[in-house]
């Protein structure tokens, strides 16, 4: 196993509910459609899909309720044994796990975050952040110092001595998060941890989210249904609809290319100029020089939005990470995001 | 589709067409029978079953007993828990409670400082009110000189209860874990909670020698099914998420049933606590009637010699140890844990419990100094039965009253009770089947009408027909009695919604008496006869009934009654139009439950003299004819079930039909 080997790397993976789904599925012809798998009785939760989850990388599932997200991501940490294909976790194939060495590994590398938190209600948010600690056997004294690091954390010193129901939703989810967090996860899954909690506080929390993340680092899988949340927060964006990813890819490239006609609906109505960076315009130089001062590729269309009006060049270079030139990009089609085609 | 629907209609004209001339021909012969009877034509085996064709199933069943018993030698093995571990635990707690010459050789604990204990953890869960309810209760106990019968009844319980809920909360965890044995123990729950008492008095006695351990034992099985009942349903309660929560944690199997699931169900095993609890309580007084002392045998003797005023004294002191018990625990239900800011001190964290003991301590300690703290002795106490009885003659004898209650007892017995159950006794045992089933069968349908049948021709052969028939004309006219009061109270309480809660308040409380008490206040007017035993079970019958009807017209759905409102129904066009027919099904539950009660009842009020299955069977508990004992007790389940299979069966129906369900 190498830094290149994917955190998890799933290959057509299948979750059928129904009652004799492996046998369902060993006998089924290939290419039926959900539709046609309802109508023998089953649910495809998840529909043969390969994903994968590179390290470090923040891979935000969308679709809408039902579409499969939660089953998925409850495969990957075997919440849900799979009823085909394949999911392996740092290369190990997690349906082959005996239920101790499961253990062992939820107890080393995974943590997740509900959408309603899934706190324990007799519990004080100490123990509730120390009890994956205590699952583990630590004692006492290290749990609850680790514990009181996350409430630290997540801002909520002050609060350990009280019951969940003593808090507010916001206040509920820190606790969930800082319970996730406790044993250091490698992996990170959270369902919809927001969706529950008012507006304002959402966008609160997802600052406070991505601020963990640039300390942390994470691996994660991360549930929405909200595209500007999956925007603000994704490397990767797959949607699934019917228990099957329709696209995975690059926020960017979804806007740009929508893999198909549901993804196209999807995104059709965001503002795309939030969403497409420079980079995600550039075309290769073959040998062209474009003159002038690069911009960033990291930089989004509406981020360049004055620059490029006033901007004389039909071609602009755009810098990469380093700052080289690493290619160009036609000021038009740049425009053309901004403004709208035509 | 048009004509799918014509279709449908016309088979369903077809099966009331069908319905309707089965029931027909079921009323028709019943009908025919009675006439030929009547006209003196119907041949004598047509009337009752002759003796040589009823077969001599106690005597089977007594050779049954006796096989599991001695050939299997089944009475070594529960002998053996019984006088083992069991009735080393009812000796320690006896010991501790009373003073039994028995391990640990400590008690008795002296009565105030298990009043003062109660009374800091009455204030724990529920304030001065419950300190008060708790503490006041055993001092009343032991001021009113019953400290050593009530001690007796709850070193039982304290034994008998902790049992049943470990019992139960096992069982219940498997039944949660292996839907194999919930689908196994399902019906035999559901049957269990229609048997009467008795049913559970009688293993006890066959296989544990009569006295405290058979009552434990009656009193534990009595108290596990809503125990368990209660703990698959809090289980299967816990949310997904909590669970997932649990397994990403890394908890074992084990750690997922101890930390995240029984914690996070206990609201409902608490529940379930209190549920043994009140059972265990109500059981226990009854265990009287196989030897049991305490309480409840107190109050039989004393109800038997006619000291009301004894009695009056001992019932107090049993309602109030029912409402202490089922406050507290409820009180319990609803506790939540209240969090200490960080730092406080362990003595601060833990201060009622420390409260608790040091009560308990010093109370002990000055009970050693101070006699009447530690006992209160036979010429202490401040007992005034005399005086009470004086009191209840009087007034009994006052004109007026003894009048009413004169006048009443013989219109009843003359023109309503009497000839209604010589009308009963004379129908012939076919035509009497026959109403029975055609009233299942009009009321729940095919299904309810093949148990009757079954049911009913059991009872038939087993050869206590007329003692069968009184008991259910005993059930009947206490049950139409009490409809006749308990619903019009209903339909009037739920008119307002300070009289609904304060009807649904006080039903509660009585539903939580042990079900002796309600022979007190019949006997004191009534005397010893048929009347005080219908007026028993009226009051006890009636208590659902009311319950039940407030419920059902406080849970019609406002849009309903605001559409009637905006029709411009009147207040009675509105109850009789739109409230009562939506109300019925649950009202049914009432009903139904009312009648189960009545059968209940029946038993216990046999102790004041009928000629029903219940006084056999009072006979046959305290010897030795346990074939006959459960004949005649299985009569009384078979019967019962019949009307709680058909009455639900309907409620059923007519709950979907409305769209309640
Ligand atoms: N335990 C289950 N049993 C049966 N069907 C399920 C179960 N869990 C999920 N499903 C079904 O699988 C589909 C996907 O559900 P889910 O993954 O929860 O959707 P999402 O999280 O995207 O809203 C839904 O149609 C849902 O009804
Ligand atoms: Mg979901």
């Known amino acids: 196993m190498n830094d290149a080997t994917p955190v998890i790397a799933a290959k057509n993976v299948w979750k059928l509910f129904g009652p004799q789904p492996e046998k369902y599925l060993a006998g089924m012809e290939p290419g039926r459609s959900f539709e046609d798998i309802r109508a023998d009785g089953y649910i495809a939760g998840v529909k043969d899909v390969s994903i994968s989850l590179t390290r470090g990388e923040m891979l935000v599932i969308m679709g809408l309720s039902g579409s499969g997200k939660s089953t998925l991501v409850r495969c990957f940490s075997r919440l849900h044994d799979i009823t085909g294909g394949t999911v392996e976790v740092e290369g190990q194939n997690i349906m082959a796990l005996t239920e101790r060495e499961l253990i062992d590994l939820r107890r080393s590398k995974m943590g997740m975050v509900f959408q309603s938190f899934g706190l324990l209600p007799h519990r004080t948010v100490l123990e509730n952040v120390a009890f994956p600690l205590e699952m583990r056997g630590q004692d006492r004294h290290t749990r609850r110092e680790r514990a009181l690091e996350m409430i630290r954390l997540v801002g909520l010193d002050g609060r350990e001595e009280y019951f969940p129901r003593e808090l507010s939703g916001g206040q509920q989810q820190r606790v969930g998060i800082a319970r996730s967090l406790a044993i250091e996860p490698d992996i990170w899954f959270l369902d919809e941890p927001f969706s529950a909690l008012d507006p304002l506080i959402r966008r609160e929390m997802q600052d406070e989210f991505l601020r963990l993340q640039g300390m942390l680092g994470k691996s994660i899988a991360f549930i929405t249904h909200d595209f500007d949340e999956a925007l603000r927060l994704a490397d990767r964006i797959a949607i699934m609809r019917n228990g099957a990813v329709e696209q995975c890819d690059t926020p960017d490239k979804i806007v740009l290319n929508p893999a198909t006609e549901y993804v196209f609906k999807f995104t059709e109505d965001i503002d795309k100029a939030r969403v497409v960076r420079a980079r995600g315009l550039m075309q290769p130089l073959n040998g062209a020089s474009p003159e002038g001062a690069p911009v960033d590729g990291m930089a989004t269309i509406q981020a360049l939005a004055r620059d490029l009006v006033n901007d004389p060049r039909e071609v602009i270079p755009v810098a990469g990470q380093d700052g080289a030139v690493a290619g160009q990009m036609k000021r038009q089609a740049a425009l053309d995001i901004l403004l709208g085609t035509r | ?661």
């Open chain 2, 1 to 661: 589709m048009a004509v799918a629907s014509t279709d449908y209609a016309v088979q369903k004209t077809v099966e009331l067409s069908l319905r309707n001339r089965v029931l027909w021909a079921m009323l028709g012969t019943a009908l025919l029978l009675m006439l030929c009877r009547a006209l003196g034509i119907l041949p004598e085996w047509l009337i009752r079953l002759p003796e040589w064709a009823i077969p001599p199933s106690d005597i089977w069943l007594d050779a049954a007993f006796s096989f599991v018993q001695n050939d299997l030698g089944l009475i070594h093995v529960t002998r053996f828990v019984a006088e083992g571990p069991l009735e080393f635990l009812l000796d320690a707690t006896a010991n501790l409670l009373y003073g039994k010459r028995r391990w640990p050789d400590l008690g008795p604990i002296p009565w105030t400082a298990i009043a003062a204990a109660a009374a800091v953890i009455g204030y724990y869960l529920g304030g001065w009110r419950m300190s008060l309810l708790a503490g006041g209760t055993f001092v009343w106990t032991a001021l009113i000189g019953q400290w050593e019968i009530a001690m007796q009844t709850m070193s039982v319980l304290t034994v008998a209860a902790p049992i049943a809920f470990l019992t139960g909360l096992g069982l219940g965890i498997l039944a949660w874990k292996y839907a194999w044995f919930d689908k196994a123990i399902k019906p035999v729950l559901s049957v269990l909670q229609t048997l009467p008492f008795f049913t559970y008095l009688l293993p006890a006695v066959i296989f544990f020698k009569v006295g405290p351990t058979a009552g434990a034992v009656a009193t534990i099985v009595y108290a596990i099914p809503p125990m368990i009942l209660m703990t698959t349903l809090g289980l299967k309660k816990v949310s997904t998420e909590v669970v997932e929560a649990g397994h990403m944690s890394g908890c074992t199997r084990w750690q997922m049933l101890t930390r995240v699931y029984i914690p996070t169900a206990r609201t409902e095993i608490l529940v379930g606590v209190n549920q043994v609890i009140m059972l265990c309580l109500a059981m226990v007084v009854l265990t009287a009637f196989i030897g049991m002392p305490g309480l409840g045998a107190k109050l039989l003797a004393m109800m038997g010699s006619f000291k009301l005023g004894r009695s009056f004294e001992i019932g107090v002191t049993i309602v109030l140890l029912a409402i202490m018990l089922d406050r507290l625990s409820k009180a319990w239900v609803v506790k939540q844990p209240e969090h200490f800011e960080r730092g406080t001190p362990w003595w601060q964290r833990h201060i009622f419990l420390l409260f608790t003991i040091g009560a308990f301590a010093v109370f002990v300690a000055l009970a050693q100094v101070i006699q009447v703290f530690s006992e209160i002795g036979r010429t202490q106490h401040f007992s005034r039965g005399k005086e009470i009885d004086g009191i209840i003659k009087a007034a009994l004898d006052i004109d007026m009253v003894q009048a009413t209650t004169e006048w009443l007892r013989w219109f009843l017995n003359v023109n309503v009770l009497i000839p209604f159950r010589n009308s009963m006794l004379w129908v012939p045992t076919p035509a009497f089947i026959l109403l029975v089933v055609a009233f299942a069968y009009w009321l729940g349908g095919r299904r309810p009408a093949l148990y009757a049948t079954v049911f009913f021709t059991i009872v038939a052969f087993s050869g206590w027909w007329d003692r069968s028939v009184i008991t259910l004309y005993t059930v009947i006219s206490a049950v139409i009695m009490a409809t006749l009061i308990g619903i019009p109270l209903g339909i009037f309480a739920a008119r307002s919604e300070k009289w609904s809660r304060r009807i649904l308040l006080a039903c509660d409380t009585a539903q939580t008496f042990p079900s002796f008490i309600y022979l007190i206040p019949a006997i004191m007017l009534f005397g010893v006869n048929d009347v005080a035993v219908v007026f028993s079970i009226l009051i006890f019958s009636m208590v659902p009934l009311t319950r039940y009807t407030i419920e059902g017209l406080r849970t019609v759905p406002p849009e309903m009654t605001e559409a009637a409102d905006m029709s411009g129904a009147s207040r009675r066009q509105k109850l009789l139009s739109v409230q009562l027919p939506l109300a019925l099904p649950t009202m049914a539950v009432g009903f139904n439950q009312a009648i189960m009660f009545a059968f209940f009842m029946v038993i216990i009020a046999a102790f004041i003299g009928t000629q029903d299955l219940g006084q056999e069977l009072q006979r046959t508990l305290a010897g030795t004819e346990l074939g006959k004992n459960f004949v005649l007790g299985m009569n009384v389940s078979l019967m019962a079930l019949t009307f709680d299979l058909t009455i639900l069966s309907w409620a059923e129906k007519r709950k979907k039909a409305l769209g309640l369900a």
